[in-house]
């Protein structure tokens, strides 16, 4: 049995040996000198890049600047769009929040397309470049439909509120999901473009790395916090036409931002399509069913080389879980006899069965993220319509209720430089971990901070619903004497909860993930937002079904005051509770790549 394998080990070593060419050993020994990079990236003409001159925070500037302003474009209208749609296209409420939460959903299920463009075929930079042009368009046709009055209703007479048009609703809806693909296509790359800029292979640059997510995600949400302030009070005061116009003009700056930083980037080469990798594991596997694998993984089939087969990517150690898709690694006689190992629908290497591996050991983290999502959706839906029912009077000043995921966005700008520059050197001391937490530890205290945001919402409500009905208001669709800031500690909450949450995604799908499969994993992180909106949706039409039978008003009318929106939000923290235990135990599971 022992000499069969020696010379199967044999054989294996002559037929799978691959040279070099020159110039990749040329390359090869101007980046073990440190002159160039060690991850394989290149500059924008593909040639190997010099590491003193580019990346890190020398280009980081210009994609966080891109990223702050394509962000306060989409908050410019997200924000404010269920109101929007209720004041001026005269939708009810029920059907406003769908509407806003379906395209929700869709600006972060849209991130599949961008991705596969990216991994396959395009790479990053010129994905970026194509779907921000898109995304123009597509802010500048919504500013025409708010602007021309042709394409929306006439304002409303008393209570006669005249609906829109098929024709005014297929101008507005154009407008708006034309901006989900183009945000789409946007959202998967830059914070992977981002990343990129930084040698995975220096240990000095991947811990600049982990900074750089933080900050990224502060970039993100200055963006927010112009958006829910300045551009909400704008729309509200000044027009919906110059409200819808700024955010454009912003789209625009992000798009200049974005291409003055090119001589500074580095560029990682598309790796070919992620999607057809995986399918010729899954093919390969399945025509081997019968074939055992070998106890010594050594003996699968693997580049003999330190460079995987795969462009673009670090070779991938085996791991012996899902062994049953090795099966796509394993060498038949009649490729040993023959020496043809080419065919990548019959035979597979090492490195692209554990790009799938990967992508399944992934799925459950993944899934946890959706109820956490359908959380986030309340803040531009249920938290604003709480908020259309109270107090929104501060002294003279009277506060639009959209503005109050300003605290939600205040809450990440405090805590981003918190967390980075006070708790992680703290944490680092106790765990010794280079980020001071890990990824799944990260995103757990998120989900519990989850829990208590939809519980302060709970109660909150129920204060509401009882001065409602101490006065005699509950029949009346008025606003509620109780002041609109007892918002604040639900928005702190949220804002606290993404820190963790959604920062601790962008780590985990970004580090977690294959090289060549990075735009992908961070549109499956998005993914993630995208079911969350579906979900919302999908309770709030169960919610409403359930609720209205037999003539009752339900726990949601367009008269809040008789409705019960404290018993929505205990659902949803509920939810969020069920969820995080099932994270934990998933989390505990988990097992790290094992990258070259």
Known sequence: MGSEEEERRSLLEQGLVVTQNETTTATAT?????????????DVNGKPILKDNTGTWKACPFILGNECCERLAYYGISTNLVTYLTTKLHQGNVSAAKSVTTWSGTCYLTPLIGAVLADAYWGRYWTIAAFSTIYFIGMCTLTLSASVPAFKPPECVGDVCPTASPAQYAVFFFGLYLIALGTGGIKPCVSSFGADQFDDTDPKERVKKGSFFNWFYFSINIGAFVSSSLIVWTQDNLGWGLGFGIPAFFMGIAIISFFSGTPLYRFQRPGGSPLTRMCQVLVASFRKWNLEVPSDSS????????????????????????????????????????????????????????????LIRMFPIWATGIVFSAVYAQMSTMFVEQGTMMDTTVGSFTIPPASLSTFDVLSVIFWVPVYDKIIVPIARKFTGKERGFSELQRMGIGLFLSVLCMSAAALLE????????????????????????????????????????????LEFFYDQSPDAMRSLCSAFSLFTTSLGSYLSAFILTVVTYFTTRNGKKGWIPDNLNEGHLDKYFWVLAGLSLGNLLIYVVCAMKYKQKRAS
């Open 299 to 358: 003996l699968l089939h693997e580049n003999q080389d330190k460079i995987s087969a795969i462009q673009g990517s670090r070779k991938l150690g085996h791991t012996n879980e899902l062994t049953c898709l090795d099966r796509a690694a394993v060498i038949s006689e009649k490729e040993l006899k023959t020496g043809d190992l080419s065919d990548s629908w019959r035979l597979c290497t090492v490195t692209q069965v554990e790009e799938l591996k990967i």
């Open 462 to 505: 129920i204060r509401r619903l009882q001065i409602a009905e101490e006065l005699g208001l509950t029949e009346r669709s008025v606003a509620v004497p109780l002041s609109i800031l007892w918002q604040i500690p639900q928005y702190t909450l949220l804002g606290a909860a993404e820190i963790f949450t959604f920062i601790g995604q």
């Open 30 to 42: 101007a980046t073990a000198t440190g002159l160039y990079t060690g991850d394989g990236s290149t």
